[in-house]
């Protein structure tokens, strides 16, 4: 009986209302397949389970030694103003860093007393009691879960860490689901993209073109006199065929996927190349001879804010040049793209619809940067982006 007693559940526990809760959170995220709700979804329902004041869900690519990258960083209890005061996300250093590297549990009383803390970033809220679970499926690290201040206890126990790890070999297959499910979708997309734009390419420009010809043709048959009139409004259909193949081509130019492979200035000469060769309007592009390395997160909204920036342009300005350039500042990294185009009116909220402008907004948030988007009618529009190194 001495043995029993020793293992008994701690005062409180209730392993049955646990294990019910745990199903709960089990069911809730396996029945979703969106792969940023689901990591959301790990994030809350973990905090829950063992009533903890915070929970985070970190993803990055760990598979090389030494590596501590991370690439997103999911936080449940914490308000929209205490993530602003934030001065950056952890990096993957101290605690996070040692749950990593070992790939293991760690259950501590006070964060301050381990050695392997390094401490808060600005304005993160002090936090106390501390336990670490990691997220494998089939020999990978998926993620890390990270909850901290036990709420009524002063460390989390060891009912808590079972508990967290069970739900992580959930988490587990989840996320590998939703994974699986979004390539697929990815693929048919692909596919449904390829089919729309070569159709378009094969079949509607080449009739369209057809027909310019032919009205070009009936334009140098007209004898020089009298014909003035019917001459202007030939050349009006002739411009407008034009602009018809160019609005396709601009088309189809958005339904070709683009990825960013991890090179930025790579990734921004590919996306100059074609904006050029797609609309004929020259771009100069400044960016340094040499770029320190950038993360993968920063790359990659460098990388779709000129895409997007870009295509705005394409669509709306009937600009006649474009500059896109990209600075590295001291411990900051600002890209601009700006236009000589006809510009607009940035309080009509009316005309910042369908510009991507929130979408550029939102991912300068995710990564404690700004965005801001200069522009007047007939004046051009100038779009920045700066983020923290």
């Known amino acids: 009986m001495p043995d029993l007693v020793k293992t ?12 019910e809760t745990l199903n709960r959170a089990a069911l809730a995220i396996a029945s979703e397949l969106d792969v940023d709700k689901v990591l959301q979804l790990i994030a809350d329902s973990a905090r829950e389970l063992v009533g903890a004041d915070y929970a985070a869900l970190a993803v990055g690519d760990w598979r090389g030694i030494g590596s501590s990258s991370v690439h997103q960083f999911i936080t449940s209890g914490m308000s929209r103003e205490q993530i602003l005061r934030i001065d950056h996300w952890p990096h993957g250093y101290g605690l996070l860093g040692a749950l990593i590297h070992e790939q293991k549990p760690i ?26 679970v990691p997220i494998t499926g089939a020999g990978e690290t998926l993620g890390n879960l990270y909850l901290t201040d036990k709420r009524g206890a002063e460390e989390f126990s060891a009912a808590d860490q079972k508990l967290i790890e069970m739900l992580a070999a959930h988490a587990a297959v989840a996320i590998q689901n939703a994974r699986l499910y979004s390539q697929v979708e990815r693929l048919a997309i692909l596919e449904e993209r390829t089919r729309i734009g070569m159709d378009l390419h094969d079949g509607v420009i080449q009739s369209i073109y057809a027909v310019g010809l032919t009205l070009e043709s009936t334009r140098l048959a007209l004898l020089p006199d009298n014909n003035e009139e019917v001459s202007a409004l030939l050349n009006t259909a002739i411009e407008g065929l034009n602009d018809a193949i160019r609005d396709i081509r601009n088309f189809i130019l958005d339904l070709r996927p683009r990825r960013f492979a991890g090179d930025v200035l790579q990734g921004l000469a590919q996306l100059v190349r074609e904006f050029q060769a797609n609309t004929m309007v020259p771009v100069s592009i400044h960016v340094p001879e040499r770029l320190e390395t950038l993360s993968m997160p920063l790359g990659r909204a460098i990388f779709l804010t000129t895409q997007e920036a870009l295509a705005n342009v394409a669509r709306h300005a009937r600009a006649g040049e474009v500059n896109v350039s990209l600075n590295c500042i001291a411990d900051r990294v600002t890209l601009t793209v700006q236009d000589d185009g006809r510009g607009f009116d940035t309080s009509n909220e ?19 940067g700004t965005f801001d988007v200069k522009s007047a009618p007939g004046q051009g529009t100038t779009v920045i982006l700066d983020l923290p190194l």
């Not at 008994?8 to 294990?19: C, E, F, N, T």
Request: charged residues 25%; proline residues 7%.
């Open 8 to 19: 008994k559940s701690p005062v409180g526990y209730d392993a049955q209302k646990a294990l």
């Open 107 to 132: 259950r501590i009383r006070r964060i301050q007393d381990d050695p392997r803390s390094v401490g808060f970033p600005k304005g993160h809220p002090m936090m106390e009691s501390f336990l670490g």
């Open 350 to 368: 009316s005309q910042r619809v369908g510009h991507g402008l929130a979408n550029m907004q939102a991912r300068a948030e995710s990564l404690h």
